[in-house]
């Protein structure tokens, strides 16, 4: 079983197969640019918001993500395991790279 | 090994965000000995070799990165002397009294020009490396992971490198062994108060305070190597090696703890000695002297810290 994920700033999706988190999905895109930190919750690099569908958290540093960004879906990608299809907007340090990667046709 | 009152990097005091999970790691994966847990639930760990009773501790917390690093002094009264230089640099200075951590004396505590915490002590109980002082084995049987020896360093980040670099030198007598010029502007600092390439690095960062990584040595780079492959074997967060560093030669390989704190274990360096130039890397060659195979800036190696 797995779920679908929509990355809503490019209209991409990709397969999360249950029990696997948002990033490490992402990272077997095999997109190169893709700012993949240390993978714990720590760095802050892969921050995500999420707009639909559920997502299990599992702990994440605070400095990073703060109790108001939380009730906003936001979070880190290395720490949130898709429950459904989930449809995410990436934000931060994230956002440049996996915009740049799209060809120019899909942006327009 | 010390050449100064200063012996050694003593210990980190590192912020987890689940303890029973970075113990598993400390313990299985790198291979640390746990000595002892606190009424406050902080977790104490050693490298084998070691012999005083902990060189890491670990404490649950809701961001990660590193609470203090403390090195170990010859004596009280050079503790006291170091104290008051610390005083007149302008330091703020606060005495931690003994038993705040577990066999551990009296620890004075300071902060630096680039927003760290560092600690100054002079008595930790003996715990001892298994082996003896008498006729003693060359090393233990049993132990798990990467083995790894001991706690050997810290690289942090910060603003203020010159004050940091100034305050290490001048109060705390380390040498300066290694810099990264980017012309007249120092952007790298390694220090030691020994006899080590490094006991503690330093890079220039906007942000103040930050963590990149706490450094265990092993006995040789066919051991690295089997740590690359645990690091496979246990699924430990990869950050980059095994490699060499054209900086301080380590043969190096980089991962993170299962809270985003990166570790490294390496093998090798080099005897310095206070008659030494330091040596100098230019920026237009920082990718060998960061990478010395790959010769290549690695943005993530360079940015991703706690």
Redesign the interface.
């Known amino acids: 079983m797995s779920f679908q994920i929509l990355i809503e700033d490019t209209g991409e999706t990709y397969a999360c197969a249950e029990g696997e988190t948002l990033l490490k999905a992402m990272e077997r895109l095999g997109r190169k640019g893709i ?9 802050g ?1 892969c921050k995500v918001q999420v707009t639909q569908g559920d997502c299990q958290r599992r ?6 993500v703060t109790l108001a960004d939380e009730a906003q879906g936001i979070g880190l990608a290395c720490c949130l395991i898709p429950q459904a299809d989930v449809a995410l907007r990436v934000l931060g340090q994230l956002r440049e790279p996996v915009l740049r990667a799209v060809p120019r046709a899909f942006t327009v | 090994m010390a050449l100064s009152a200063v012996l050694r990097p003593g210990h980190v005091c590192l912020r987890v ?2 303890i029973e999970a970075a113990l598993k790691h400390y313990r299985d994966s790198l291979g640390l000995i746990e000595t002892a847990r606190d009424a406050q639930g902080r977790i104490y760990l050693k490298g084998w070799d070691e012999l005083d009773w902990f060189s890491v501790v670990l404490r649950e917390a ?4 590193m609470d203090y690093m403390g090195f170990k002094v010859l004596n009280e009264a050079h503790l006291a002397r170091y104290e008051a230089g610390l005083k007149a640099f302008g330091c703020k200075v606060e005495r931690i009294p003994a038993g705040e951590l577990d066999h551990c004396g009296e620890r004075v505590r300071f902060d630096t020009p680039t927003g760290h915490f560092f600690e100054l002590y002079c008595q930790k109980d003996l715990f001892g490396n298994g082996m003896g002082r008498l006729n003693p084995n060359p090393w233990v049987e049993g132990l798990k992971g990467m083995q790894a020896q001991r706690f050997d360093h810290c690289l942090v980040y910060g603003d203020d490198l010159d004050g940091t670099v100034k305050l290490f030198r001048e109060v705390l007598e380390f040498d300066l062994t290694e810099r990264v010029m980017d012309g007249d502007f120092m952007v790298g600092a390694f220090l030691c108060c020994s006899n080590k390439a490094h006991d503690l690095a330093l890079i220039r960062h906007p942000e103040k305070g930050k963590f990149h990584h706490a450094s265990f040595l092993l006995g040789s780079w066919e051991e690295v190597l089997r740590a690359a492959d645990l690091i496979s074997m246990h699924d430990i ?1 990869l ?1 980059i090696g095994p490699t060499r560093h054209g900086i301080t030669r380590g043969r190096t390989i980089y991962f ?7 570790n490294e274990v390496f093998s090798g360096d080099y005897t310095w000695y206070p008659d030494h130039e330091p040596i100098t890397w230019t920026t237009d060659q920082l990718g060998r002297a960061i990478f010395f195979h790959d010769r290549q800036l690695n ?2 190696f360079l ?4």
Request: aromatic share 2%; hydrophobic share 25%.
């Open positions: 700012p993949v930190g240390c993978r714990g919750g720590g760095c690099v702990r994440m540093s605070r400095a990073h | 965000l689940d809701d961001a990660p990165g967060s950050d993170f703890d299962p809270s985003g704190n990166r943005e993530k940015s991703v810290v706690t």
